[in-house]
């Protein structure tokens, strides 16, 4: 039998399972599904097709997707995942740095409070805040109580922004967690020595120095707010439509696969750039790495 | 008389656990002074240095800087700065934008800001990193950028925690001198913890020595290396040999004692009869001789040489004598050849003056 000292090819196996997994799975349907993007339906015997599409190569489901009518539509999106990454931001540092600095018996319960709603099916959730925001829903009850509402909080940009926040919130605090855990805290107290009040600390020390969990989490949540459909499905009105629910809307009710697939790509490459913007910032930060 | 910088009154710290860190702790460091804090480690000395830089509260007692309570005054009011273990040397900053930080942060004029760091980083010789990250820089380098970003706020008091440890032997020697020299230069009141008693002999005009959290002795470096007041100082601060002893009669200022080992001896102390207590002598101070020495008035016994340790410049050589004495002596090594001039097993005599016994009654 040969050694692994001596044969470094044997690691190759390991990755088998792996490799095969990401083509099976993952590179074949996306090739498939990018030939698509290049493709229309076919025209059988004078007749449009129901499931056959003919790979011609054409650029009219790109073309198509600059259409002014999807352009709003991705125009909007980009800005309802932008605004529920900021507020999730905005809440999950407070609860990331209360978490760090919280006793440390305390600090596995915590988390795992941030983790919990995971265990929950994602549609039961999202039922949940149609309960919780409905006309006569908990929120509006309790507003009557004193004398305020009822207030529509449901189908409309309020509710699909509150829903993304809360699903997505925990993708947030994970990150912002390791990275403020991981920070030492002498450069805080340094901050302090030097003269620095606990606000200037925060923002020229603690901020930049957890600058790269923060950009984890933003990517963490934004890609996959961009992407959602179910969300503004649920919660959102007829003018909340986002991306997602037109491409899931191509390869169901419209029977349009190429078009769909086109948009796939798109906001596909809409992600790209957020990464490349991601690492572009990474690469000047001097901060705890994640 | 001037008013002392730093006044510590009846300070004590308990931690959230219920340990003591400090315990009811008293004393005035003065204008000027290279304070050190001694003590092995978690006898609070870093506590008690986090608490006059306000970073730590004390559970009871009263820290004064310059004349005021510090009670209700946070970290960033206080005339103090740090120099941290870790130097805590911001990552994300450059040399220069770290030493300019306290200032920037305190609203100093931007003109005024430059004409400070550009002294600060004259005064630790890094003016030619300036641009540089910490990152791409030494410990040494790092510790210099700490020192610059504390001393350019011209604080009352410069702590400074474990400010060596972390540097290779040769570095040490090269700061240790530096910071004496700084010290002198910008005439602010240092106050070091260290556990590292070279350190503290070397460079601090008086010292602390602390354990469990309380102080045993405040002195000089050569108070505390000649009049040890208790064991633990004696021991703590260089090396010593204890003899344990009986005071066994009295008369006047002299005491007659029974010494282990050494039968009875005459020595100078206010020892009551019947107590007992340690003499302590150092290990340079002890002579080997092949024959037994004359004088009836110096302390003297015979044993065998069990070690012989050479350092180079002196050797380390441990003499076994009667009811279990083990005694410690320096020799210099005066010539090149022949070493400290005894071997092991051979038999000689150790005597030392009577003056140089120091007699601890605690």
């Known amino acids: 039998m040969e050694s692994w000292k001596e044969n470094r090819n044997v690691f190759w196996t390991f990755a088998a399972p792996g490799t095969f997994w990401l083509l099976a799975f993952f590179i074949i349907p996306l090739g498939f599904l990018f030939f698509m993007s290049f493709g229309e339906k076919a025209v059988i015997d004078g007749q449009v097709s129901i499931t056959e599409i003919d790979i011609s190569g054409t650029l009219s489901n790109y073309l198509r997707a600059f259409d002014p009518v999807f352009l709003k539509i991705i125009w909007k999106s980009i800005w309802v995942s932008a605004l529920a990454t900021a507020l999730c931001l905005a809440t999950a540092y407070p609860i990331a740095f209360g978490i760090c600095f919280a006793p440390p018996k305390w600090k596995p319960l915590l988390l795992l409070l941030v983790i919990l709603p995971f265990w929950i099916n994602l549609l039961i959730r999202t039922y949940a805040l149609i309960a919780v925001f409905r006309k006569q829903g908990y929120v509006n009850s309790v507003l009557g109580w004193v004398g305020l509402g009822p207030f529509d909080m449901l189908n409309n940009d309020f509710a699909v922004i509150t829903g993304l926040v809360y699903v997505y919130m925990p993708f947030m605090v994970l990150p912002l967690y390791a990275t403020i855990e991981r920070l030492d805290r002498s450069f805080l107290e340094a901050s302090l020595d030097l003269g620095a009040s606990q606000f200037q600390t925060f923002m020229k020390v603690t901020v930049p120095l957890t600058m790269p969990g923060i950009i984890s989490g933003i990517i963490l949540v934004f890609i996959p707010c961009l992407g959602s459909f179910l969300t503004p499905d649920l919660l959102g009105g007829t003018d909340s439509q986002m991306i997602g629910n037109v491409i899931e809307r191509q390869f169901k009710s419209a029977n349009d696969w190429p078009f769909g697939a086109a948009l796939s790509f798109l906001l596909m490459y809409a992600t790209f750039g957020a990464l490349a913007l991601r690492w572009l910032f990474s690469r000047n930060s001097k901060g705890v790495d994640v | ?362």
């Open chain 2, 1 to 362: 008389m001037t008013e002392p910088i730093v006044s510590i009154r009846n300070v004590s710290k308990k931690f959230s656990g219920g340990v003591i860190a400090v315990d009811n702790i008293s004393f005035d460091i003065d204008q000027n002074e290279f304070f050190a804090l001694l003590g092995p480690s978690g006898c609070g000395k870093t506590t008690l240095l986090r608490m006059i830089s306000g970073l730590e509260t004390p559970t009871s007692g009263q820290i004064m800087i310059g004349g005021e309570d510090m009670a209700l005054t946070p970290p960033n009011k206080r005339p103090t700065n740090m120099v941290f273990q870790s130097y805590a040397v911001f990552p994300h900053m450059t040399v220069e934008q770290n030493v300019a930080y306290g200032l920037k942060v305190t609203g100093v004029a931007p003109d005024e800001i430059k004409r400070l760091v550009a002294e600060g980083l004259e005064m630790v010789k890094l003016t030619h990193l300036a641009e540089r990250r910490p990152d791409q820089m030494s410990g040494g380098q790092r510790q210099r950028v700490a020192l610059a970003r504390a001393l350019v706020k011209r604080p009352k008091v410069l702590l400074l925690d474990e400010p060596l440890s972390a540097l290779d032997a040769k570095l040490r020697d090269d700061m240790r001198m530096e910071l004496t020299r700084l010290q002198e230069t910008v005439g602010i009141t240092f106050i070091i913890v260290t556990h590292d008693q070279d350190e503290a002999l070397s460079m601090a005009s008086r010292i602390a020595v602390m354990e469990k959290g309380a102080v045993q002795q405040i002195a000089t470096p050569v108070e505390l290396y000649e009049h040890p007041k208790n064991r633990f100082v004696a021991d703590f601060i260089g090396k010593v040999n204890l003899i344990d002893a009986t005071v066994t009669g009295q008369k006047g200022k002299a005491i007659t004692c029974d010494a282990k080992g050494l039968g009875k001896v005459e020595l100078t102390s206010a020892s009551q009869v019947g107590s007992a207590i340690a003499i302590a002598v150092r290990p340079e101070k002890l002579k080997i001789g092949k024959t037994e020495p004359k004088s009836d008035r110096i302390l003297k016994l015979q044993g065998k040489v069990r070690d012989v340790a050479y350092y180079g410049d002196t050797s380390h050589v441990v003499i076994e004598g009667k009811d279990g004495l083990d005694l410690s002596v320096n020799v210099q090594n005066e010539s090149r050849e022949g070493g400290s001039g005894v071997e092991r097993g051979q038999k000689v005599w150790v005597h030392w003056a009577p003056e140089d016994s120091i007699v601890l009654t605690e």
